[in-house]
């Protein structure tokens, strides 16, 4: 019975470590946001569903990566199909609750998984509000 009672704790405590471990860390922090992104998504909210754009990005858009880094820096480079003229820029990021700051623009934090952050923001187009998602995808 002794050799049962050991067994069985010996189980459950080796459980419970497996279970901490394959959490995925998507508690939004700066630590967890740190990393290389790129946009897969982009919907305009103002229409019932959403209306995805993100292919009416130009094609040398869609595949550049956001590289945060964890000295409130960020890098956009010009990844795989390349604009003409190249471009790479950097600016600053930080996070303060769930607002997440791009150069000095900020995004709501909708959701972020571990792998897919999604912000919401508002863009002014002549005179018209103009709200939006963008999913950054961890790479």
């Known amino acids: 019975m002794?050799?049962?009672?050991?067994l069985l704790t010996i189980t459950a405590a080796c459980a419970a470590c497996n279970k901490d471990s394959d959490k995925p860390s998507n508690a939004i922090t700066k630590e967890n946001l740190v990393g290389s992104y790129k946009i897969t998504s982009v919907k305009l909210t103002l229409f019932?569903?959403?209306l995805e754009v993100i292919d009416s990005l130009p094609a040398c858009q869609r595949d550049d990566v956001y590289q945060l880094k964890p000295d409130d820096t960020y890098t956009l480079t010009d990844a795989?199909?390349?604009c003409s003229p190249v471009t790479t820029s950097s600016g600053t990021w930080s996070l303060s609750g769930n607002t997440f700051n791009l150069d000095g623009e900020d995004?709501?934090?909708e959701s972020f998984n571990g792998t897919n952050l999604?912000?919401?923001g508002e863009q002014d187009f002549n005179g018209?509000?103009?709200a939006g998602?963008?999913?950054f995808t961890k790479q």
């Open 2 to 6: 002794k050799k049962l009672y050991i």
């Open 48 to 50: 019932t569903p959403p």
């Open 80 to 82: 795989g199909v390349q």
């Open 107 to 109: 995004l709501a934090i």
């Open 118 to 120: 999604v912000v919401k």
């Open 128 to 130: 018209i509000s103009v």
């Open 133 to 135: 998602n963008i999913t």
